[in-house]
């Protein structure tokens, strides 16, 4: 038999314990009969001002992921979200493939969704080459996610950092911050913008963005759900979050 309250996809959601914004962004998400399970990357709110900083961080993650991923497997979930988007660039491109691999062996093969196979298939589905980003992170951060866009052909027009000190600061950015970072990084040649870090909450002001700026500005939290939903043959239309969930 089904699960009762979800029979028609479970979805298995990991983040890490300092994120407060992926987990109700994502509950916001969901169709009738989908529900989410989330387990927790127990690390420390450590600062992230330089590359030695960052790679801590990067490390705490890295330790705490599988433990996180196997934490929510007990439920049978039927596919799994990894809500952190540091782990995704860090390494580039190249690395990328592995570190997936890794991900999909914790969670027992089940399909797995990042954020960069998510905003790959998004911007492919919108049809959008020439790109703008916005990041929670200092330069540290921002180097390593403007290098995997670029390595992975986009032609990265922008890209702003909100400089955000440590993982639970990045909860704290406010709609206004993210209002004037889409406006500052906006042009007549950006395709399509794009806003990375799951503990930033712009679900609601992405979809206000789009409606003003006549484009698509993609919320790194909508992303991932839009994958997992239409990778596991969910195609309901969620409206309220932008046109990748109401249209595509």
């Known amino acids: 038999m089904p699960d009762s309250l979800g029979p028609r996809l479970k979805v298995g959601v990991v983040v890490p314990s300092t994120n407060t914004s992926a987990q109700p962004e994502l509950d916001a998400l969901r169709p009738d009969g989908v529900t989410n399970h989330t387990g927790r990357m127990v690390i420390d709110d450590d600062p992230m001002l330089d590359e030695p900083g960052f790679g801590h961080v990067m490390h705490s993650i890295r330790l705490s992921t599988h433990p996180a991923i196997r934490s929510v497997t007990g439920c049978g979930p039927d596919c799994v979200i990894v809500g952190v988007s540091p782990e995704s660039y860090w390494e580039g491109k190249e690395s990328h493939g592995s570190v997936l691999d890794s991900m999909r062996e914790a969670a027992g093969g089940r399909p797995v969704t990042m954020s960069p196979d998510a905003i790959n298939a998004a911007l492919e589905a919108l049809d959008a080459r020439r790109i703008a980003v916005i ?10 996610v403007g290098r995997f866009f670029a390595d992975s052909g986009y032609d990265l027009l922008n890209l702003h950092g909100l400089g955000m ?5 990045i909860s704290h950015v406010s709609e206004a911050q993210l209002r004037d970072a889409v406006k500052e990084i906006d042009s007549a040649e950006v395709e ?9 909450a712009m679900a609601r002001l992405a979809a206000v963005a789009e409606f003003w700026l006549g484009k698509p500005v993609l919320s790194n939290n909508v992303v991932l759900y839009w994958h997992a939903l239409r990778r596991n043959g969910i195609a ?3 409206r309220g979050f932008g046109s990748l969930l109401a249209e595509h």
């Open 192 to 200: 399509a913008i794009v806003q990375v870090g799951t503990n930033v």
């Open 165 to 169: 000190p440590s993982p639970a600061r």
């Open 236 to 238: 309901d239309r969620v």
């Open 135 to 144: 990041t929670p992170y200092l330069p540290v951060g921002d180097d390593s």
